[in-house]
């Protein structure tokens, strides 16, 4: 298994909350770093040499990467291809906004060979939409909905968010059950977290909004897992819900799982051959890094990372059980725990498994390849109490 992320880093404008690695009024440089982009394909691809694994999942993120037109995914697509190549029946994703998108570039998406869409709705309150700074209406949300269908996206994800300050419980149902109408494969549903320096924050402290009520959205993570259930979606992740196994996003159940995948673009992270890297966030200088990259370098290795860190054993079987804990379907497959460290995981963490165990926030499960360990029901709901074990 091996996946490509490539990170596209503009945004129309900014919203409050946002803390990602975007920049907004930087259109114009697009092009080149679209052009950097597949420098830096090409210089990895040479490196991993012929016997490269081809990707198994391509996925676009951002940012906000249908700001591309069709013309320049497709060149990121072919890129990829002609480095590391694309397995037949890969996973290609790529997240778009409402307000960014049409039928006809749509159209060129998926003629392009996108076949996954995963689309920032976030809310259908006009009142919400503006406190968050989405620079899309609730009919430019609709809109996107049905062109997506209209366009052949067979596999349509949703994102959004709840906890806003001042967001009622029946105001969150209202959003939640108007997704369900235009029944996605997939639901992305997030907690609001107020990142520090955002907007966002600096209204809250000064007291133009409400502080976000954390037993409030404890209640609505609660009833999402509910009304969710009862639409017939399994929850898979701890945000993440699916109509069924074959709908759940390949590409993040890699990150999850661990597998190896390269991230590609300013501020993308890559995993693989025991190196974690991360690159640049900011885009002149990562186009600048590419078009100077003059010495060799190992595979995963690339001239704009910024950060590199060798990951000794330990630490490796730590994320693999931190990350894949957050399977809540699956969890950590004992037997892939032990074909990829030659360990048995419940002698490597016999402690951290007995401790979480007595809290009752992690069990058993039999699956066809044996047991897994997963997050019980009441873990799911202080996941972070039991990752804490795994850091
Ligand atoms: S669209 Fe997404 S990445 Fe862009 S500013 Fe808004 S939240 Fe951030």
Not at 245 to 264: D, F, Q, V
Request: hydrophobic share 40%.
């Amino acid at each position: 298994m091996f996946s490509v992320y490539i990170h596209v880093p503009f945004c129309a404008r900014r919203c409050q909350y946002c803390d990602f690695i975007t920049y907004a009024g930087m259109l114009d440089l697009l092009p080149a770093y679209v052009n950097a982009a597949a420098g830096e394909l090409s210089r990895l691809g040479i490196a991993a040499g012929k016997g490269a694994a081809p990707a198994d999942t391509v996925y676009f993120g951002g940012g906000t990467p249908s700001l591309m037109n069709a013309r320049q995914v497709g060149f990121l697509l072919d890129a990829t291809s002609r480095t590391f190549g694309i397995e037949p029946g890969a996973e290609i994703s790529l997240e778009a906004n409402p307000g960014t998108l049409n039928l006809e570039k749509l159209e060129g998406f998926r003629a392009g060979g996108v076949n996954r869409l995963s689309l920032g709705i976030q809310s259908f309150s006009e009142a919400e939409l503006a406190l968050l700074g989405r620079s899309h209406s609730r009919l430019e949300a609709e809109e996107s909905i049905r062109w997506a269908r209209q366009a052949g996206f067979e596999q349509i994800s949703l994102d959004l968010i709840f906890g806003l300050p001042g967001q009622s419980l029946d105001a969150w149902r209202k959003t939640l059950l108007e997704a369900l109408q235009y029944y996605p494969q997939h639901l992305s549903v997030y907690s609001l977290i107020v990142e520090e320096g955002t907007p966002l924050e600096k209204q809250i402290a000064n007291g133009r909004l409400p502080k976000p009520d954390d037993d409030q959205a404890a209640d609505m993570y609660e009833l999402t897992q509910q009304l969710l259930a009862e639409a017939g979606y399994t929850q898979y992740e701890i945000s993440n819900w699916a109509l069924n196994e074959g709908c759940e996003s390949r590409h993040n159940k890699a990150y999850w799982k661990t597998t190896p995948y390269l991230g590609i673009g300013a501020g993308a992270h890559s995993f693989a051959r025991a190196w974690r890297t991360e690159n640049v966030p900011g885009i002149a200088e990562y186009c600048a890094r590419i078009a100077n990259w003059s010495e060799d370098l190992a595979f995963p290795l690339s001239a704009a990372n910024s950060q590199r860190t060798e990951l000794d054993l330990r630490t490796q079987m730590q994320e693999c059980m931190l990350l894949g804990l957050r399977l809540t379907r699956e969890g950590v497959s004992l037997a892939e725990f032990s074909r990829r460290f030659g360990l048995d995981a419940r002698e490597v963490f016999a402690v951290e498994i007995r401790r979480l165990q007595q809290r009752q926030l992690i069990e058993f499960a039999q699956f066809p390849d044996g047991p897994h360990i997963r997050l019980t029901r009441k873990g799911i709901i202080v996941g972070n109490q039991a990752f804490m074990e795994f850091v």
